[in-house]
């Protein structure tokens, strides 16, 4: 590996640091600090040895205001950086903000590209975990953003959340273990029942937050400090937590996002599921009707058996489609459970 | 003055006829992302980084006309983040520094995330080092910079910077050897 490294610390650099989109306001609110008489770092600069030295002169009592204020400090360990973008063959698309959207332009808020978030699913009452590649709201480090996360609406219309974006939050990711508190306040939701349905719900916090980490430990969930509160009323909170792959939905679609628009040419529907023998069926619908159906049998995704990632190639012409992936499922009566399957809209430009 | 970077009027290309409205301008528009990522690298904390950022810029504002060249306007900045983010890592490092050597590769269900997995390894393992060689690691690998930029950034000779990237590269090279993540175990 003499020569490697170079490579792989740009990749990793480049791979933390590049989905990260800053503010399209930083100008303005320099301008504005410039004309408020704000020192800049200059002054912060300035002010450390006197605070080091414990001046405690209002000067230095400023100072200390000004490092401390800040939100949520992430005593998160600097984020660990992987995307899990990566072994997807299609880069996630950019889904688009909810202000980028309705508020023209100006971003207000920097956002992380490509954060993996679990939703919910549901059949039923029956809820499993689906995946979204998200921009979302920067929060500390990626990992934070993503917690906090769970709390916002999916982009795929199907897709539900219970999790409500905690007031407090703090992702510690240790060498053995990701600590996550949270306030109480992200249990609001009286819709998640008390029941099974609360489990999965925490199970969308675990997959969420070691996808973000790009790191398989346990997860330990505190409310306000404390072990062994009851998530909604339900499921109680007492003990380190990892993925259960039963609570994953038989299949989603990592790309397109929904909504997303895909090139001329070829188009390519990718995600993941457990197709009986890697088996998926899929249709795709225009808006005069079906342009193309068939099945794809899938590549078993990691070490994780029964468990497929599929690559659907299409050629479409532009135009507004929508594709639903089922798995395919050879039980029949009670075993075979509810059918799932997934659906994403989505453009030819 | 609250258009965005770019409307309202045009930058003369000479940085020696910039004033210092016009020198915040024009760095913004051309280097406000990569300096915010450069700062979000130093700190691992997204959350500041715009913040540190913007101290730069107000910084650089207050000094324009005490800057003895510039020209050295952008490498005033640069060093003012690298110097922003090193003082708000402080007192999060004395707590870390001697965190344990980061749990082996996930045994992830989830994806074939050997890439992520890496990347998540080498990024450990630079978290690691001396704050020094970090920042030298980050300037070089992610921003590009040459060993006399570099140099100007930190606030170091260049022989300096040169034998903190030699023994940060080195001191990675043991880390991640140690870890058998790379080369080997795949």
């Known amino acids: ?349 | 003055m609250t258009g965005p970077a770019g409307t309202g009027y045009a930058v003369p290309d000479d940085p020696a006829a910039w004033d210092a409205d016009i020198a915040v301008t024009a760095l913004y528009s051309a280097h406000w992302r990569p300096l915010v990522r450069l700062a979000v690298l130093l700190t691992g904390d997204a959350s500041v980084a715009e913040e540190i950022v913007q101290d730069a810029f107000v910084a650089l504002y207050r000094r324009w006309t005490s800057l003895s060249d510039p020209r050295a306007a952008l490498a005033y900045v640069r060093a003012t983040v690298v110097n922003g983010s090193r003082s708000r890592v402080r007192h999060r490092v004395v707590e870390e520094r001697h965190r344990p050597a980061p749990a082996p590769e996930p045994a992830g269900p989830e994806e074939v995330a050997l890439r992520a997995a890496e990347d998540a390894l080498v990024l450990d393992a630079l978290r690691g080092l001396p704050r020094r060689q970090q920042e030298v690691l980050v300037l070089r690998y992610y921003a590009d910079l040459s060993e006399a930029e570099i140099a100007a950034a930190i606030g170091v000779s260049r022989g300096s910077v040169k034998r903190h990237a030699s023994r940060g590269m080195a001191a990675l090279r043991e880390r991640l050897g140690a870890m058998a993540s790379l080369g080997g175990a795949r």
């Open chain 1, 1 to 349: 590996m003499s020569d490697e490294l170079p490579e792989l610390l740009r990749r990793a650099l480049h791979s933390e640091a590049d989905g990260y989109i800053p503010s399209d306001d930083g100008l303005r609110v320099i301008r504005k600090r410039i004309a408020d008489g704000d020192r800049g770092g200059e002054r912060r600069h300035r002010l450390v040895p006197l605070v080091a030295a414990a001046a405690a002169g209002v000067v230095a009592v400023g100072g200390v205001a000004l490092a401390t204020s800040r939100e949520p400090e992430g005593r998160t360990s600097p984020a660990p950086g992987a995307t899990p973008t990566a072994e997807v063959s299609v880069a996630p698309p950019v889904t688009p903000s909810p202000s980028a959207t309705t508020s023209g332009d100006a971003r207000k808020q920097s956002v992380i590209t490509g954060v993996p978030v679990y939703a919910l699913r549901m059949e039923g009452s029956e809820g499993r975990l689906v995946r979204e590649f998200r921009e979302v709201p920067a929060r500390g480090d990626k990992a934070t953003s993503a917690v906090s996360a769970l709390g916002l609406p999916p982009v795929d219309p199907d897709y539900r959340t219970f999790w409500r974006q905690p007031s407090r939050l703090d992702v510690d990711v240790r060498a053995d273990r990701i600590v996550v508190d949270l306030s109480p306040d992200a249990f609001a939701d009286p819709d998640a029942g008390s029941g099974t349905l609360t489990a999965v719900a925490v199970q969308q916090l675990v997959w969420t937050v070691t996808a973000a980490a790009g790191k398989d430990l346990p997860v330990t969930v505190l409310v306000d400090g404390e072990r062994g509160y009851a998530a909604w009323g339900g499921y109680r909170l007492d003990r380190p937590l990892r993925r259960e792959p039963a609570n994953r939905a038989p299949v989603w679609i990592d790309t397109p996002a929904e909504g997303a628009p895909l090139p001329a040419g070829t188009q390519h529907v990718t995600g993941q599921g457990a197709g009986f023998e890697g088996t998926f069926t899929y249709r795709v619908t225009g808006t005069s009707g079906q342009v193309a159906a068939g099945f794809v049998t899938g590549t078993q995704a990691g070490r994780s058996a029964g468990w497929w990632t599929f690559d659907i190639a299409l050629r479409l012409p532009p135009g507004a489609y929508t594709v639903t992936v089922v798995p395919d499922n050879p039980a029949s009566g009670d075993e075979r459970g509810p059918d799932w399957e997934d659906t994403k809209r989505f453009t030819v430009r």
